[in-house]
């Protein structure tokens, strides 16, 4: 995929505004801001395991996320695709866990009971799983994935 040298969106979208502008408050309160805004677009994405796509352009991050992904998504995985594609476009951050300040990868999408990378109900430790992740994962370690996504974070 070539790099953009022109943004392919105006502006984001409204439907991803209620996640984005999430995503800005709580980095904020982190003390983590953004040079610029990263804009959030719809676009029909080939892969179907893909539900969307941080652009690392040249002098700017977009995201782009599947149209019919998103539409047969419930509210959390909407939160939970906002949320990890800002974390790679806003943050730099590629697909991994931190735990105790130690970086750790995840290289496919299996699941290993006893890595450090996921709890013992076999939810991992991060939103930057390469998947978006089950709901009930999202909604019982909401608390640990808002901290851990701003872990190592290098604001864009
Ligand atoms: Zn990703």
Not at 96 to 103: I, L, Q
Not at 111 to 135: E, I, T
């Amino acid at each position: 995929m070539s790099q953009r040298i022109f943004h392919h969106y105006s502006g984001t979208d409204p439907e991803f505004k209620d996640y984005s502008e999430t995503w800005y408050f709580m980095g904020k309160i982190k003390g983590i801001n953004l040079k610029n805004n990263v804009r959030i677009g719809f676009t029909n994405i080939k892969d179907r395991n893909v539900a969307g796509y941080c652009n690392y352009g040249l002098f700017f991050n977009e995201i782009d996320i599947d149209r019919a992904h998103w539409k047969q998504s419930n509210s959390w995985e909407k939160m939970n695709v906002v949320f990890h594609e800002l974390t790679h476009c806003g943050c730099g951050r590629d697909h991994g866990y931190v735990v105790n300040g130690e970086k750790g990868e995840y290289l496919d999408t299996r699941k290993h009971l006893g890595s450090r990378g996921f709890f013992n109900d076999l939810c991992p430790k991060s939103l930057m799983f390469p998947q978006v992740l089950d709901s009930s994962c999202f909604q019982t370690h909401f608390e640990w994935y808002i901290d851990e996504m701003f872990e190592q974070c290098k604001p864009n």
